[in-house]
């Protein structure tokens, strides 16, 4: 009796041990996926692009160093003061002197070159500028880019849960028909492959969710790949309630785009560093400095010196310069209309793009609902016997496919719009 009340104990044990552990292994995968599960919309991940994306905080370095080279240039109007300190020992007498004091000078006339540089460092601050602006809409993009993604999979979750749910109340109808006689079990088995199709479907989106998710981490910076993120924002928030975007005057945006701007301001610059040059060869320079010290004497020292410099003969240094400068401002000038020319042309092909993607979902809307009435009496008429199977499982699979073609067209209407006002960075220039 003993020994069996002991056995019993012993299996009491062991039976709450398991229960305990079962308990806790479901805790823990109840705060797991709690933990990595994290909500997401539009706003958010631009905020974050913004503040993470390592392009952007590149681009912003170098925006700032073509600052500092701008404030450094603008330094040369200014005179250079600076103290100065002398000591000398005569080893033949073992006499010792010295002299300190204060030196000031400044260029009096450079030929303009000062007034130039500074042209040339504002169009390179104005090219990183212009970099940067497009740093940003870049990484916006790209980010906007798998967002869009990531919604149209979780959508595509939610059609195919629809779809299963219709194609099991179509597998039912075939089997009470097969069980009837009224048809063969190939079709039966057919429907049934249908649903098998559809949970691999499933396993499929299953998976680019979650490689969605951390290319979209990637993206805004971030390296928290265990983290599955989700939405119940939807594609359509890109293009819903707004007005197909008219045709612009190309000529108008292209000369605000970045990709035209640098090529303006390198142009500019160019331009700047030819009259440089130029100013150096046909103007003299003229320095001015003064001293004022004292010396071991106790005499108060003071000099002004004005020094003027001009070159006659460089051995052709200047004209090869001149030369060079010239030819580099002529490769800008076709260059800057050759940006013209292409940018207006990418510009058209990408609204072509927008347009027909634009009318592509509105068509396909349209169409949907036919074929969704269409499939609604076709159902009707093959469960009462009215319509041959093959006839009703025809237009099962159309409108199935079209519901599956207008939401990839409701993807690509989206990445289209996104892709024209990132193109023409509309909205960049406030960010």
Not at 220 to 236: A, C, F, I, Q, S
């Amino acid at each position: 009796m003993l020994i069996q009340v002991k056995l019993i104990s012993k299996k009491w044990v062991l039976s709450m041990k398991k229960i305990f552990v079962t308990l806790c292994l479901m805790l823990m995968a109840g705060l797991y996926s709690y933990v990595v599960a994290e909500k997401i919309n539009r706003q958010i991940i631009e905020t974050e692009t913004l503040k993470n994306n390592l392009d952007i905080a590149i681009e912003k370095l170098k925006l700032d160093n073509a600052k500092q080279e701008h404030n450094k240039a603008l330094s040369g109007f200014f005179p250079n003061v600076s103290l100065l300190g002398k000591y000398l020992r005569h080893l033949s007498n073992n006499k010792y002197d010295y002299f300190c004091g204060l030196n000031v000078s400044f260029t009096i006339f450079d030929g303009f070159s000062r007034y130039n540089y500074i042209r040339e460092k504002v169009a390179e601050v104005k090219i990183k500028e212009a970099s940067y602006n497009r740093a940003v809409a870049k990484a916006i993009y790209e980010s906007n880019e798998i967002y869009i993604r990531l919604m149209s999979e979780y959508e595509n979750r939610e059609l195919l849960y629809e779809i299963r749910k219709r194609t099991e109340k179509n597998r039912d109808i075939v089997k009470l028909k097969y069980n009837s006689g009224l048809t063969d079990i190939t079709d039966l088995k057919r429907v049934e492959l249908d649903i098998l199709g559809i949970d691999c479907d499933l396993e499929i989106v299953k998976r680019n969710i979650a490689l969605f998710s951390e290319r979209l981490l990637k993206s805004m910076g971030r390296n928290d790949d265990t983290v599955l993120l989700e939405t119940d924002e939807r594609v359509d928030i890109y293009y819903n309630n707004k007005k197909l975007p008219s045709e612009p005057n190309y000529c108008d945006i292209i000369v605000s785009m970045p990709e035209f701007l640098t090529a303006q301001y390198n142009f500019d610059g160019h331009k700047a560093q030819q009259a440089r040059i130029k100013g150096q060869k046909r103007w003299p320079l003229s320095n001015f400095s003064s001293q004022y010290g004292t010396g071991k004497d106790g005499k108060v020292n003071k000099n002004l010196e004005v020094n003027m410099n001009y070159t006659i003969f460089s051995g052709g240094e200047i004209s090869s310069d001149v030369k060079i400068a010239s030819n580099n401002l002529e490769i800008a000038s076709r260059e800057l209309k050759s940006k013209f020319d292409s940018l207006r042309l990418e510009a058209k092909r990408y609204y072509n793009d927008l347009i027909r993607a634009w009318e592509d979902v509105n068509i396909k809307e349209q169409y949907v609902n036919v074929l969704k009435l269409k499939a609604e009496i076709s159902s009707k008429k093959y469960a009462n016997g009215f319509s041959r199977h093959e006839d009703w499982y025809s237009i099962e699979n159309s409108y199935i496919g079209l519901q599956k073609e207008l939401l990839k067209a409701k993807k690509d209407v989206a990445l289209k719009l996104v892709m024209w006002e990132i193109f023409i960075c509309l909205e960049i220039k406030d960010r």
